[in-house]
């Protein structure tokens, strides 16, 4: 008998959760609606937002914009937004997720710290360079914190002066803490370094759990946008631990000759999924058992 299980750990994290409930709360109300940039890395979901009328725009379109509603998605946004909504009376509608803002008062207070005191101590953001999260944490520090993406960016680094470490909420632990390793075997004496780890336990916890689910299952469809980059991160970790992963957008990409009677298969996603979307993806599983007899 084929069992198919949807991960019940998978799907939105709190912040995502809460700025597209903010999205349908303010739709729901009339008029338009901006969103800057995309609420989520999900086309599908992004599309359906887009039908009950949510307008996704880009910082460059965000600065012609006046007098309008905009939403303001969960990764968070540097200062400089906040100063053109003012200029430009919008109306901030802010879903900015209460992790990545206290993160950002983290490094500002970091920061202006060092500027007071005439300090010559680095701020370092472990992250994705050119995520948004990272870009509004880097506008926390004028645009002058140092982005660590992988170990050989470390080179951009004077181990002679003092190193203050964050780390974009969303990265992996086991990255952070292998940053930070080699970070102290690089410090010089007369040099301090201290680091803050700022990563979101909600986010970084689906690894472990995701290396468990696929573990327990023969097959295992992985469900997530391709612009997600906490998806990518999350099927590879699937694929490791179970070579029958395979990663798919929407039912459509489900190659029915992969099933198999008698199979435990897995549906699961990134922290950008939506529950439907999996439950979309198990439906169509379901279908295919149903119109025909799943090969032995």
């Known amino acids: 008998m084929t069992k198919i299980e949807i991960d019940?750990?998978?799907?939105?994290?709190f912040g995502v959760v809460n700025a597209i409930k903010k999205a349908e709360?303010?739709?729901?109300?009339?008029?338009?609606?901006?969103?800057?940039?995309?609420?989520?890395?999900?086309n599908i979901e992004v599309d359906r937002l887009s039908r009950m009328g949510l307008i996704t725009i880009n910082h460059e379109e965000f600065a012609k914009l006046?007098?309008?509603?905009?939403?303001?998605?969960a990764h968070g946004e540097p200062p400089s937004t906040y100063e053109t909504a003012k200029e430009n009376n919008i109306t901030i509608i802010d879903a900015s997720c209460p992790v990545v803002l206290r993160l950002q008062k983290r490094i500002k207070t970091k920061?202006?710290?060092?500027?007071?005191?005439?300090?010559?101590?680095?701020?370092?953001?472990?992250?994705?360079?050119?995520?948004?999260?990272?870009?509004?944490?880097?506008?926390?520090?004028?645009?002058?914190?140092?982005?660590?993406?992988?170990?050989?960016?470390?080179?951009?680094?004077?181990?002679?002066?003092?190193?203050?470490?964050?780390?974009?909420?969303?990265?992996?632990?086991?990255?952070?803490q292998e940053i930070i390793d080699l970070i102290q075997s690089k410090m010089e004496d007369g040099a301090s370094f201290e680091y803050f780890d700022t990563i979101c336990r909600q986010v970084s916890n689906r690894i472990p759990n995701i290396k468990e689910f696929a573990s327990t299952h023969d097959l295992i469809f992985f469900v997530a946008g391709e612009k997600s980059s906490n998806g990518k991160v999350l099927f590879a970790e699937a694929k490791k631990y179970n070579p029958n992963s395979f990663f798919v957008t929407t039912p459509d990409d489900?190659?029915?000759?992969?099933?198999?009677?008698?199979?435990?298969?897995?549906?699961?996603?990134?922290?950008?999924?939506?529950?439907?979307?999996?439950?979309e993806v198990k439906e169509r599983i379901e279908k295919y058992k149903n119109d025909f007899v799943l090969q032995a």
């Open 8 to 13: 019940s750990k998978s799907g939105f994290c």
């Open 254 to 279: 489900i190659d029915p000759s992969l099933l198999r009677e008698g199979l435990s298969i897995g549906i699961c996603g990134a922290t950008s999924t939506p529950t439907w979307q999996m439950e």
């Open 111 to 176: 920061y202006e710290i060092e500027i007071n005191n005439q300090s010559e101590a680095q701020v370092v953001i472990y992250g994705k360079i050119g995520h948004a999260e990272v870009n509004g944490l880097m506008g926390q520090t004028n645009s002058e914190a140092i982005i660590i993406e992988k170990k050989q960016d470390l080179e951009k680094l004077d181990f002679k002066r003092n190193i203050c470490l964050f780390s974009q909420t969303t990265k992996p632990l086991d990255g952070f």
């Open 66 to 73: 006046k007098n309008a509603r905009v939403l303001l998605r």
């Open 25 to 42: 709360e303010e739709l729901a109300k009339g008029g338009i609606l901006y969103c800057l940039g995309d609420i989520v890395h999900n």
